[in-house]
């Protein structure tokens, strides 16, 4: 097995043999598993795989999307859901805290015991949608991840990165063309949106996930 370092990150990996190449991090609470994901050892360090199936994070890294996340940043998280892509970001960044936004009082529920276990992660039962609900919590941060599945994506992302992303901070927005509009060509829902963004942000990449998600898209921006 090779390990090499993912540039632009800390903590995170490309693990491979002859036969494949795999993402993975650097467990921060090593023996811990949370959601039935797969690890192996190496050189003394527990590494867990990051499945580009079950991450749109890890599949647009798959797909060499350039996602720089450091070990200090502080990120807000909205749509965390159980924390399958929560529990590898708190592996990278782990002197750096994610406050992670979910809606639903069962997914929040069960985050908890990733929280529980690590204490870079400060669950909220928030709506995205209303961020100054959470301004009294969260602060400025470095990056936004946005994965949630609803009809007004594009506005939710601005509204919380005009409150909380800092000036050369990043957005991180999956978009689900079909959650928008199912009649329409998803690469029209897309122009669509990505026309929002525009009036507030500069787009620096737009890439379709495609085969490890059907009709995402994930999109980097920053502030203007
Ligand atoms: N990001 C997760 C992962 O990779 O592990 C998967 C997220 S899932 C596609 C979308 C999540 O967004 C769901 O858990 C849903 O409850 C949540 N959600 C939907 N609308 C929301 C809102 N307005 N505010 C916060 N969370 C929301």
Redesign the pocket.
């Known amino acids: 097995m090779k390990l090499e370092k993912v540039s632009g990150t800390d903590n995170l990996y490309w693990l491979s043999n002859k036969k494949r190449e795999q993402l993975a991090t650097k467990n921060k609470t090593p023996t811990k598993r949370f959601y039935g994901e797969r690890t192996t050892w190496i050189d003394g360090c527990e590494l867990r795989i990051w499945n580009p199936h079950r ?2 994070i890890a599949a647009a890294i798959h797909k060499k999307t350039p996602i720089s996340i450091r070990k200090r940043d502080k990120i807000l998280y ?4 159980t ?4 529990s590898h970001i708190s592996d990278i960044n782990t002197e750096g805290i994610t406050y992670a ?4 009082p069962t ?1 929040t529920a069960k985050l908890l015991t990733l929280c529980e276990a690590r204490e870079n992660i400060i669950p909220m039962l ?4 209303q961020p100054r609900d959470y301004q009294g919590i969260v602060g400025e941060v470095d990056i936004i991840y946005q ?4 009809r007004n994506q594009a506005e ?1 992302a601005l509204k919380n990165t005009e409150l909380f992303l800092k000036e050369k901070g990043q957005l991180i927005l999956t978009i689900k063309a079909r959650s928008i509009d199912v009649s329409s060509n998803p690469r029209d829902v897309l122009r669509r949106e990505l026309d929002r963004l525009e009036d507030k942000l500069t787009i620096s990449r737009i890439k379709n996930l495609k085969p490890y998600h059907k009709d995402h898209y994930i999109t980097i921006a920053t502030m203007k």
């Open positions: 991450s749109k909205l749509g965390a859901a924390g399958t892509t929560l936004v979910e809606i639903s997914s928030e709506d995205a949608d994965d949630i599945a609803q939710i």
